[in-house]
């Protein structure tokens, strides 16, 4: 299975607060930064370390640098969680994947797509809705096409339809994420799910 769902109660806790209806853009921004802190711990569970030597107070010991981290995030819901990512990996450099769903098919259309160097770096895909699975496989084609190899994605919720379709495209991607609900709705949309992750975070409900 390419999908791991992260059941530590903060994610949990911090879901729950997402989903709820009644949760403003403010909390609702705040406990998508919190939850995407405890996705990004296991999705850099398998980040290449560089051996070093540093000296404590004490003594000469053995030091860890991470490696090379490229997060992507897909626009504009994927931005959501990109400051927990930036907090937790000061030195991670930051692709934009701009892709609209067109609100028939629910097929992506690309808009916009700015990519650091990929080659070499683990590279960590924001799509917190992974719904039909059309901007997410998009996004991981698109980070190919630049250079990436390593990819994991970071989902908040995730449905069936992306899980299946991600696997037929990308069976290399590892998703994490702290969800997977039942099915997606006639509109495309996940249920139980959390509404529009875009308009809840930005207020453009
Ligand atoms: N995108 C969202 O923001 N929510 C969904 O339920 C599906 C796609």
Same mark, same amino acid.
């Given at each position: ?23 403003? $853009? ?63 990996? $000061? ?16 097929? $992506? ?21 992974? !719904? ?15 250079? !990436? ?21 990308? $069976? ?34």
């Amino acid at each position: 299975m390419n999908l791991t769902v992260i059941d530590h109660p903060l994610t949990r806790h911090y879901l729950t607060v997402l989903r709820d209806v009644s949760t403003e $853009p403010e909390e609702f921004r705040a406990a998508a930064r919190r939850l995407t802190y405890t996705l990004v711990m296991e999705a850099t569970s398998r980040v290449p370390l560089v051996q070093t030597r540093i000296e404590s107070p004490l003594e000469t010991t053995t030091g860890y640098e991470l490696g090379d981290v490229v997060a992507v995030a897909v626009l504009r819901a994927g931005l959501g969680m990109l400051e927990a990512v930036q907090d937790l990996i $000061p030195h991670v450099k930051v692709g934009f994947a701009g892709v609209q769903r067109d609100e028939e098919t629910a097929e $992506p259309m690309e808009y916009y797509a700015k990519m650091p160097k990929l080659e070499n770096s683990t590279v960590l895909v924001l799509e917190p809705m992974l !719904a039909t699975g059309g901007s997410l496989s998009w996004a991981c084609a698109k980070a190919k096409e630049f250079g !990436a190899t390593k990819i994991t994605a970071l989902c908040v919720v995730t449905a069936p339809d992306g899980v299946t379709r991600m696997y037929e495209d990308h $069976p290399d991607v590892h998703i994490v994420a702290a969800a997977h609900d039942r099915q997606l709705n006639d509109r495309y949309y996940i249920v139980p799910g959390l509404g529009d992750m875009g308009d809840r975070l930005f207020g453009t409900v």
